[in-house]
């Protein structure tokens, strides 16, 4: 991990709240109250949402994607064809939150970048046991509280939980990034991950991919160019991926 990439694009979290006008106390509020509740050894009666299992999740996922030979990262415009090509052997795939309801019957992800704007597709992934890594933050806190105890009665998915602020939380990480596409990517470069051999599809700068969630149209768009911003940050060549339509 380059540690200077590392400041720079948690960094860019300030940009973003700034541009949009979202305040840092109510990212503050979310991660802290999302650490309450995982404190503490069997959070919501689940053993294996402790901390200590969630590191050992966070330090399986590392391992699969350092000897994967080739990552895809899969992106909210993707289509479902896309997926069904013909992959180089020893790929591995992440999905950008509702992005896992593209993958076809058989062909399953590492895990789920979200924060939770996924509906049906996230609780299918939690119900199947795909590792989640679950992302704090102002707007999102509703969704948690309502969405993890769910899981808690329904899958128990591993999770690895994320925010955006510049504080410390216990057994939670900020590896960078705003969207889940671009927070994915700079997950895998926080886990020291060759991104080289990283392949991004389903990534569109011009329009709301089938597989996002509810949202404001205009306001995504503005989204998305931040999501670029933040991927040619990471490495220059993740801009041949990138769609503007």
Request: aromatic letters at 8%.
């Amino acid at each position: 991990m380059d540690e200077s990439l590392l400041t720079q694009v948690i960094a860019i979290q300030n940009d973003v709240r700034a541009a949009f006008g979202w305040t840092y106390e109510d990212d503050v509020q979310s991660a802290k109250e999302l650490e309450k509740l995982f404190q503490s050894s069997q959070p919501l009666g689940v053993s294996h949402w402790s901390k200590e299992a969630r590191q050992r999740t966070l330090h399986r996922l590392q391992d699969d994607l350092s000897k994967a030979r080739h990552v895809v990262l899969v992106g909210a415009a993707a289509a479902k064809d896309e997926l069904m090509q013909k992959w180089p052997d020893g790929t591995v795939y992440i999905a950008a939150d509702g992005a896992v309801g593209a993958f076809p019957e058989g062909v399953s992800p590492l895990c789920v970048v979200t924060d939770l704007d996924g509906a049906e597709h996230l609780d299918r992934a939690a119900a199947d046991g795909v590792t989640l890594v679950v992302h704090a933050h102002g707007d999102n806190q509703h969704r948690w509280e309502k969405l993890i105890p769910q899981w808690a009665d329904n899958g128990q998915p591993p999770l690895v939980l994320t925010h955006q602020t510049n504080e410390s939380y216990d057994g939670m990480h900020n590896p960078g990034g705003f969207t889940d596409g671009d927070r994915a990517a700079c997950l895998l470069h926080w886990l020291d991950i060759d991104l080289s051999k990283v392949e991004l599809i389903g990534f569109s700068t011009g329009r709301v991919g089938p597989w996002s969630g509810s949202t404001d149209e205009e306001q995504k768009i503005r989204k998305l160019s931040w999501m670029q911003t933040i991927l040619t940050c990471l490495n220059d060549d993740f801009s041949r991926f990138i769609g503007d339509k």
